[in-house]
């Protein structure tokens, strides 16, 4: 009978009537009991809760659902993730991040939706439209809740403040998510696998895997992408743009998290530490490396026998060098020159120069030819003036080559980050513990020339070639210096 009565909230200060049920709305504004009466021509009156504004509603239940946004009552109940929502019709809402459901499709690209008003945000991507502006820049949204976010920016508003630690936010979504890393509460689960997420985006991500779908495409190469970040990352091979820059040494990224690695270089920054030993490290990887001597844990497996290591590098050396050593003997990986052993072709072809006069690389300012690609860039820095020094930020060393400068940066920092898997043995460079290496496996990578056998460490060889000449009653053919 009410349904169709003009309901005032007690705030408004206003009487309504609706002619078809000769009802009045009258409002007391010295009631405090917060109540609006809904008074018949009869004179009896019913009670009803309001909210404290002067805003009229045609319907009791619009009434309701107002009132409850003043007082924050959450009725509704998901039976999946236990989220509280004001309205059954936002809890349908919400129960379709859970069942999948998108019923509402849109008639340009066919995305659908799981609100119909999801499909009217969506709707004007294709058209273009903006009705919502900034009073402060003039900036113009499609949704109304972003023109409320970007506002703040100008503000600094951040009106979210977390119970657990001083942070605060500027959107309730932030603080959501935020406060998940105290909690470790993961609502959003996979139903194809029983992996949790702490947001509904990184599910979505997830999904993919499962489904395989790939809906950014590159359209220079027609690359998909799982992600949109990793296309946006992707484009940049194309364009070349490195839009992060160093400020100290103005080297370029293309990724954000590039550059916050690459200044740690400058500033020293080591935010990984240990929680054993104390030992702090730039990187996270470093860290992991580094835990695995205090846990022993090895778990990189090789396939054919069943050994373990503590990193994938390992596996790689000892798949190369110890289980296919029969095989490399055989297939005639070795110098022509000296008999050293390459697992990888190209190395061998690089090793060849070493016993040659070629000098492949010419300058372009003079006639100075060279053998190696890193010396002749030397040369163009010392003699020419040409590129950019790598200059310590410790004792200002300066390098030409980008490996030998990490490789002093490391020595400042006293890390070690090449941990031998056979011993808690560290090394600053991965030569180093390639030799090292050697001391646990029969691998023997230097061979005669003469005789063919094969030796574990180069200085054997050496000797053992210049017995092989005197014993042959022949010249060395080449200096030994090689080795």
Not at 43 to 50: A, E, T
Not at 72 to 89: A, I, L, N
Not at 341 to 363: E, G, I, P
Request: aromatic residues 10%.
């Amino acid at each position: 009978m009410y349904e169709n009565s003009n309901v005032c909230c007690a705030y408004a200060g206003e009487s309504l009537t609706d002619a078809k049920t000769d009802v009045n709305v009258k409002a007391d504004r010295n009631d405090t009991s917060e109540h609006y009466r809904c008074v018949r021509s009869d004179g009896r009156q019913k009670p009803r809760l309001s909210t404290r504004c002067d805003k009229p509603f045609p319907r009791l239940r619009d009434l309701v659902k107002h009132k409850r946004v003043d007082s924050r009552e959450k009725p509704c109940k998901c039976d999946v993730c236990d989220k509280m929502f004001m309205s059954s019709e936002r809890l349908n809402i919400h129960s379709r991040l859970h069942t999948g459901d998108k019923p509402y499709e849109c008639t340009e690209c066919g995305t659908c939706f799981r609100s119909h008003y999801l499909l009217a945000q969506h709707s004007r991507c294709h058209s273009g439209e903006k009705p919502f502006e900034c009073s402060v820049c003039g900036k113009r949204f499609t949704q109304s809740n972003k023109v409320v976010r970007h506002s703040r920016i100008h503000s600094g508003e951040k009106p979210y403040a977390c119970q657990l630690c001083d942070r605060a936010f500027n959107q309730k979504g932030s603080l959501d998510r935020h406060v998940r890393l105290h909690t470790g509460h993961q609502p959003y689960k996979c139903h194809l696998c029983d992996k949790a997420f702490k947001n509904s985006g990184n599910l979505h991500d997830h999904v993919r895997l499962h489904t395989g779908d790939k809906p950014y495409k590159c359209h220079v190469c027609n690359i998909a992408f799982r992600l949109s970040t990793h296309l946006k990352h992707h484009s940049r091979i194309h364009t070349g743009e490195k839009s992060h820059k160093c400020c100290m040494c103005d080297k370029a990224f293309r990724r954000r998290e590039r550059l916050v690695y690459h200044m740690r270089l400058h500033t020293g920054h080591k935010p990984y530490k240990c929680q054993v030993c104390g030992k702090a490290f730039r990187l996270s990887d470093y860290l992991l490396a580094h835990m695995r001597v205090h846990t022993r844990e090895k778990p990189y497996k090789c396939s054919q026998c069943d050994r373990s290591f503590s990193s994938s590098g390992a596996v790689l050396y000892h798949k190369r060098h110890v289980q296919c050593k029969r095989k490399q003997y055989n297939s005639g990986d070795n110098c022509p020159y000296c008999g050293k052993l390459f697992t990888v072709s190209a190395k061998l072809k690089q090793h060849v120069y070493v016993h040659t006069s070629a000098k492949r690389y010419s300058c372009s300012h003079c006639s100075a030819c060279f053998k190696w690609l890193n010396t002749l860039q030397h040369h163009l820095l010392k003699s020419h003036n040409e590129g950019t020094w790598l200059m310590c930020p410790v004792c200002e060393k300066r390098f030409s080559h980008r490996g030998h400068f990490k490789e002093h940066l490391v020595r400042h920092e006293a890390v070690k980050p090449y941990v031998c898997s056979e011993c808690p043995k560290r090394f600053y460079r991965a030569d180093e513990l390639k030799s090292h290496q050697l001391v646990h496996s029969d691998y023997k990578q230097f061979c005669c020339g003469l005789c063919c056998k094969y030796f574990k460490y180069k200085r054997y060889v050496k000797t053992h070639f210049e017995q092989c000449c005197n014993k042959l009653g022949i010249a060395t053919p080449f200096h030994l210096d090689f080795w």
